[in-house]
């Protein structure tokens, strides 16, 4: 059983909080209580956001009480949350590594003894966890980085970071969907849009779901962007068990 406590997150919130180590274990257990909130469909609840080791739930104060809002969130998060055999989204991003698309692809090479080549070879031969959505609409934060690759944030961070970056900070890795000041070494940079309000689903991935780097060449770069523009990319999905790899 879970280690579960709660607090109130101001007078419309409260926050569930799994007491146990970062791992994909522990975000499936937290994905099987969302399903559980979305099964339920709890009155008074109008939309929940998944952490790490959390999950902070929104609800009407005056359709469900806080106390009732509590004891009903603990009864679901109570017992074993049995996560069964369930398929994710493997989403694959197209990326331009190295040159002025990540400029900093030498210095994380550098950092770990390694060939730029070889960064980018490890960089996208793994198949990384989306952990949670967060900082920016569309931020992902990816679990899975090989500790080999793992660099420290800037000294400096930059005041403005380009739509599309691909960094590494630490031992996570991620992609700035919006410009915005950051301080991950960049090491890459993507053409597609990962967060777009105009289109159906604004977002291409969720919690849960997981992302694969694909390297591209300048042409292909300029070409999916050109497409990019004419609203005329697909970007590449897979449906796979979760906790496997596709080949």
């Not at 949670?132 to 970071?161: C, H, K, W």
Request: charged share 25%; glycine share 8%; net charge negative.
């Amino acid at each position: 059983m879970l280690n579960i406590s709660w607090q109130p997150v101001g007078d419309t919130a409260i926050r569930i909080n799994f007491n146990e180590d970062v791992s994909p274990d522990l975000n499936r257990e937290i994905r099987s209580f969302c399903k559980r909130l979305r099964e339920h469909a709890i009155k008074g609840v109008t939309e929940w956001v998944p952490t790490y080791r959390s999950v902070v739930v929104y609800y009407h104060p005056y359709q469900i009480s806080y106390k009732t809002m509590r004891d009903t969130l603990l009864d679901l998060a109570g017992g074993d949350l049995y996560v069964d055999d369930e398929t994710v989204t493997l989403v694959k991003i197209p990326v331009l590594y190295g040159g002025c698309a990540g400029s900093d692809l030498a210095h994380v090479a550098a950092n770990n003894g390694l060939s730029e080549q070889k960064v980018v070879d490890i960089h996208s031969g793994t198949d990384y966890l989306i952990y949670m959505i967060g900082f920016l609409p569309g931020f992902p934060y990816l679990g899975g980085l090989p500790e080999v690759l793992a660099t420290p944030r800037l000294d400096n961070p930059r005041s403005s970071v380009p739509e599309g970056s691909v960094g590494i900070a630490g031992n996570q890795t991620g992609i700035y969907p919006l410009t915005s000041p950051g301080g991950w070494n960049l090491i890459g940079k993507t053409p597609v849009k990962l967060f777009d309000p105009h289109r159906d689903d604004p977002f291409l991935y969720q919690a849960g779901d997981r992302i694969r780097f694909v390297p591209i060449s300048e042409s292909d770069y300029d070409s999916i962007e050109k497409q990019v523009r004419n609203q005329a990319f697909q970007i590449e999905k897979e449906v796979i068990q979760d906790g496997e790899r596709s080949d």
